[in-house]
Antibody, heavy 124, light 108 residues
Framework: EVLLLESGGGLVQPGGSLRLSCAVSGFTFSSYAMSWVRQAPGKGLEWVSAFSGGGGSPFYADSVKGRFTVSRDNSKNTLYLQMGSLRVDDTAIYYC?????????????????WGQGTPVTVSS | SYVLSQPPSVSVAPGQTASFTCGGNNIGRKSVHWYQQKPGQAPVLVVNDDSDRPSGIPERFSGSNSGNTATLTISRVEAGDEADYYCQVWESSSLHPIFGGGTKLTVI
């Protein structure tokens, strides 16, 4: 069974930092690209970041580029999202999602499994 | 940038057919994927690559894509199908996925 478990969310002040983790099981972690997708309260889904499989490359939405850093530890089957310079509009539930394939491309980028999400609130 | 347009809501009676549209410029040239999100839960992939169903998704869920509109259809709607439905494509110019705004299904 594929499982994704996010952790690390919480309340943080504007300008602060937070590190999210996503521990996975049930599949060969290193063989798949992984993503973070967020959902602001009452809003739709927004892709945030991805890391291709193996020791690949990171990718970012323009809204977080330069502030967020995605990484993965294939030995620990864990995906991370280091968030910095947080803004009020970063408030959302952050979902970890498994992509269908290894590469970051149209065919492999489908989100076939999702975690339950971790909430991040940026407020003073 | 590419924009996906979805109506905010759809209402159908149990047993009827629900259709969800996703509009975009020449969307028929792209692969469209659909996700179901029930209240308080994570999204679930229900149709990928326009019309394929992942394992475990009922045959009642089907998809099509042509011209400027992609469509997700749920036949014989059940109360348990109440959810938000999102379409998703890959945006070639920015090299990342984008989602439509979502359509809320109400079973009346």
């Amino acid at each position: 069974e594929v499982l994704l478990l996010e952790s690390g969310g919480g309340l943080v002040q504007p300008g602060g930092s937070l590190r999210l983790s996503c521990a996975v099981s049930g599949f060969t972690f290193s063989s798949y690209a992984m993503s973070w997708v967020r959902q602001a309260p009452g809003k739709g889904l927004e892709w945030v970041s991805a890391f291709s499989g193996g020791g690949g490359s990171p990718f970012y939405a323009d809204s977080v580029k330069g502030r967020f850093t995605v990484s993965r530890d294939n030995s620990k089957n864990t995906l991370y999202l280091q968030m910095g310079s947080l803004r009020v509009d970063d408030t959302a539930i952050y979902y970890c999602a498994k992509n269908r394939g290894f590469w970051w491309n149209p065919e492999d980028s489908i989100f076939d499994y999702w975690g339950q999400g971790t909430p991040v609130t940026v407020s003073s | 940038s590419y924009v996906l347009s979805q109506p905010p809501s759809v209402s159908v009676a149990p047993g009827q057919t629900a259709s969800f549209t996703c509009g975009g410029n020449n969307i028929g040239r792209k692969s469209v994927h659909w996700y179901q999100q029930k209240p308080g839960q994570a999204p679930v992939l229900v149709v990928n690559d326009d019309s394929d169903r992942p394992s475990g998704i009922p045959e009642r869920f089907s998809g099509s894509n042509s011209g400027n509109t992609a469509t997700l259809t749920i036949s014989r709607v059940e109360a348990g199908d109440e959810a938000d439905y999102y379409c998703q494509v890959w945006e070639s110019s920015s090299l990342h996925p984008i989602f439509g705004g979502g359509t809320k299904l109400t079973v009346i």
